[in-house]
């Protein structure tokens, strides 16, 4: 599933844009993104690598998550709690539908999902698809991967730098589609004015490091390009995953 709209206008001033690509060494596109400008919503799923049918796991991921938002009363998105509580229950949704549709075959994808309003930032996520802040020229990582790297990186086990080239830094402990229950993690942030959002799959952050992500999200460039850049710089260094990436910002 690709975004339904790139650049349409909204009233709040935001610029986004997403690029999808299948990288230069798998043959189909597992992943699933979708972009709502008009009511600030990205949505970013990963199918999972390995598994049967992860386009289809994506896809379901994206669309049972935006059906959930859109039957949302606006007493349900009115707060931060509410919305935060809506993305659990979109993701809880499409946990179900993979379930479902995989019949008791291996079926799961990554999901992370925002929710951008003037001044803040709802996100949920679940597996190793990440979220990144761009501010003042410093990128930081608001989401934790789902992954066993991650938890020897938390645990003192091993290094971050280390965990680059882990054989089994894609080993996810979380995912849809994979347990009954699934546990998403969910945060909010306090947009500031020149801040820039970025939601990706790991076929980004697996190819091109932290230092020249910042620099391209940075770049004094439509969203668009910037989007265009992030995949280029991924298949440059070998494309070794589809690559997908979702670009945000506020514009003055």
């Known amino acids: 599933m690709m975004p339904n709209d790139d650049e349409a206008s909204m009233d709040a001033a935001l610029e986004c844009a997403a690029h999808t690509h299948v990288g230069r060494v798998r043959n189909r596109n597992e992943d699933s993104l979708w972009v709502d400008r008009e009511r600030g919503w990205l949505l970013l ?8 049918a992860g386009d289809v796991a994506s896809t379901l991921a994206i669309s049972h998550a935006l059906d959930h938002l859109r039957k949302a009363s606006p007493t349900e998105y009115a707060t931060v709690e509410g919305r935060a509580r809506l993305l659990v229950k979109s993701i809880d949704n499409a946990n179900t539908a993979i379930r479902q549709a995989a019949n008791g075959d291996l079926m799961g994808s990554t999901f992370v999902g925002a929710l951008l309003a003037s001044g803040e930032m709802v996100y949920a996520h679940i597996g190793d698809s990440r979220l990144y802040l761009l501010r003042a020229g410093v990128l930081t990582q608001l989401t934790q991967d789902h992954t066993l790297v991650q938890e020897y990186v938390s645990s003192g086990q091993i290094t971050p730098e280390m965990a680059q080239n882990h054989p089994y830094r894609g080993l996810l402990t979380r995912g849809l589609g994979i347990e009954e229950d699934v546990e998403a993690v ?22 091109v490091d932290e230092d020249e992500i910042a620099a391209l999200l940075g770049a004094l460039l439509t969203p668009t390009e910037i989007a265009v850049s992030l995949v280029d710089a991924a298949n440059t260094h070998g494309g070794r995953d589809n690559i997908s990436v979702i670009v945000a910002w506020f514009s003055a």
Do not use: I, K, N, Y
């Open 45 to 52: 799923a990963d199918g999972m690598g390995g598994h049967s």
């Open 186 to 207: 969910t945060g909010t942030c306090v947009l500031s004015p020149g801040d820039r959002v970025l939601l990706c799959s790991d076929g980004l952050t697996d190819m």
